[in-house]
């Protein structure tokens, strides 16, 4: 009989997954995708390796990731104390997942949770149904809603309110020569962000230059001419290398973090049954990202201790 279920396996849903096997509990991972990560995701184009996420964050506190997956020597320093996996941000998905050895489920998407007999009962898309003792959601806003419409109809209906930027990363590849000297970017309404990067690790050779641009526009834009437009902008459309154009229409939450997005938080939670944590980037008090620079520490501690409480819930239960 599993413990817990964990129904996301983006970097909270990992990281209370991993909580979880450390601590010999009997969990499951369900997960809409076939693979891990959400929209951390990372790829080698013509010998630059891009990411489909923000590809650039703060460091981590010394406390955040665990000393055994011996991550420090990839995270490559960019200024101050901004980094970048030297082989992709998806080597930090890969560091969680490979070590999990308890029940998953991929390319299954959950259409409702219910409670049974003190447990909670999830019903796939398919007609199958799982039962477990805690519940972890580390999904977006909109599909935890959808789950939990039946369960926590007023906690569903705040989740049905968020809303996301859309902003598309998009990737280029450029031989150095090609570029200006010096490139004079000012973010504004259209283009958000820039990040470029000359480390070895993520290039060909030292003769070339990977950049990451956002891109704010209009979910029908054709790849194609999403690239075109931030080539325009960096290099007045000198020839391209490689390029790629990723969309998570969940990965920007428009909220005012400095206002009631806390307490907003906060009063779905207190919606929730006990036993269920809500995890995820959307549920950060912090913003997960600011400028293209993406914040790790808030969305694996938050994992972890949903995981935590999970357990603290399951040991209640068999006191009673």
């Known amino acids: 009989m599993r413990d817990v279920v ?15 096997e450390k601590r010999g509990a009997a969990y499951t991972v369900i997960e809409v995708k076939r693979r891990f990560g959400g929209g951390i995701s990372s790829s080698v184009e013509r010998g630059f390796i891009m990411d489909a996420c923000a590809f650039a964050f703060r460091r981590p506190a010394p406390d955040v990731l665990p000393p055994e997956f011996e991550l420090e020597a990839s995270m490559l320093p960019l200024a101050d104390d901004i980094c970048l996996f030297g082989q ?26 219910g409670a049974l007999r003190n447990r909670f009962s999830i019903c796939l898309e398919n007609g199958i149904m799982l039962d477990g003792g805690a519940l972890i959601l580390a999904v977006p806003a909109p599909f935890a809603a959808r789950m939990l419409w039946n369960m926590a109809p007023d906690a569903a209906r705040h989740l049905t309110e968020f ?15 090609d570029l200006p000297a010096r490139i004079n970017f000012s973010p504004d309404e259209t283009f958000p962000f820039i990040i470029a990067v000359d480390l070895k690790e993520r290039l060909p050779d030292h003769n070339h230059r990977l950049i990451q641009v956002g891109l704010r526009c209009s979910a029908d834009l054709a790849p194609g001419e999403a690239i075109g437009r931030a080539a325009q902008r960096i290099s007045g459309g000198k020839a391209l290398i490689a390029a790629r154009v990723d969309t998570w229409p969940e990965a920007d ?7 009631d997005h806390r307490d907003k938080i906060r009063a779905i939670r207190e919606l929730l049954p006990p036993g269920l944590s809500l995890v995820g980037s959307d549920y950060c008090c912090a913003p997960p990202a600011q400028d293209g620079i993406a914040y790790l520490d808030e969305r694996i501690r938050a994992g972890r201790q949903a995981a935590q409480d999970a357990l603290n819930h399951l040991e209640a239960g068999r006191r009673r």
Do not use: N, Q
């Open 88 to 113: 992709g941000s998806e080597a930090l998905v890969r560091a969680f997942a490979c070590r999990l050895s308890g029940g998953r489920l991929m390319r299954m998407a959950v259409s409702s949770i």
């Open 163 to 177: 809303r996301y930027d859309a902003v598309r990363r998009v990737s280029l590849g450029y031989y150095k020569g």
């Open 6 to 20: 964990v129904i996301g396996g983006g970097l909270s849903g990992l990281a209370a997954c991993y909580e979880l």
């Open 253 to 259: 939450l428009l909220c005012d973090y400095a206002g």
